[in-house]
């Protein structure tokens, strides 16, 4: 079972807001890192610390931690934002472990 | 641009061991602060991460799989490889190499999976 839990799936209509969010008793010490993976493809790094996006990711994804929950949110999601989301962060006995959460099955409508 | 590529046997037989390796490409694989990790992913399901090591040796494993496997490094060919024993079906799965970064280019607190590989299929199977 996974120390971060996330919803299995979301929805967000096009050009709309969603936030999608992962839970754990570690994000209150750790922050989060988010994870796109599309069909076939290997995941892609896409928000880390405390709330920032490697080169190359659009700015409408954002992240955010508050107290045991962390949160990426999409603002004005676009149909290739549709994808799998995986936070990950270490585990909860801080011994440089890591974790993931289950994931998050993002649907644009 | 530092690039990872797994590469092994694509089906391993019931109780043998498996074995992978991730070759690093446009840069050290001992540059840096970073370790490098192994994570995988059966069909239709999330990632879950194996274990890590860094260049002077010292590993990290997920406790659930700890007593299977094992991770090594040859920083005289730029690669880290993955050896788990005993494997049954439930060991299949795409295995992905990553690098497991603390700190960005700009020094930003980074810790997080910055690069991966393609990720290559194991299928455990008579």
């Known amino acids: 079972s996974s120390e971060l839990t996330q919803d299995p799936a979301v929805s967000v209509a096009l050009g709309q807001t969603v936030r999608i ?7 209150r010490s750790y922050y989060a890192s988010w994870y796109q993976q ?16 490697p080169s190359g990711i659009p700015d ?3 992240g955010s931690s508050s107290g045991n929950t962390a949160s990426l949110t999409i603002t004005g999601a676009q149909a290739e934002d549709e ?10 006995s801080g011994n440089h472990l890591r974790v993931f959460g289950g994931g998050t099955k993002l649907t644009v409508l | 641009q530092v690039q990872l ?3 092994g046997p694509g089906l391993v037989k019931p109780s043998q061991t498996l074995s992978l390796t991730c070759t690093v490409s446009g840069g050290s694989i ?4 970073y370790y490098w990790s192994w994570i995988r992913q059966p069909a239709g399901k999330g990632l879950e991460w194996i274990g890590r090591i860094y260049t002077s040796g010292s590993t990290n ?9 094992t991770i090594s490094v040859d920083t005289s060919k730029n690669q880290f490889s993955l050896k788990l024993s005993s494997v049954t079906a439930a060991d299949t799965a795409v295995y992905y190499c990553a690098r497991d970064n603390y700190y960005d280019s700009s ?20």
């Open chain 1, 21 to 27: 969010t992962c839970q754990g008793d570690s994000l």
């Open chain 2, 5 to 7: 590529q797994e590469s």
């Open chain 1, 83 to 92: 994808a799998d989301y995986y936070c990950n962060s270490r585990d909860s």
């Open chain 1, 60 to 62: 409408r994804f954002s």
């Open chain 2, 107 to 126: 020094g930003v607190y980074l810790d997080a999976f910055d690069i991966w590989g393609q990720g290559t299929m194991v299928t455990v199977s008579s």
């Open chain 1, 38 to 53: 599309k069909p076939g493809q290997a995941p892609v790094l896409v928000i880390y610390g405390k709330n920032n996006r």
């Open chain 2, 61 to 69: 494993y997920n406790p659930s799989l700890k007593s299977r496997v």
């Open chain 2, 30 to 33: 001992s540059s840096g602060s």
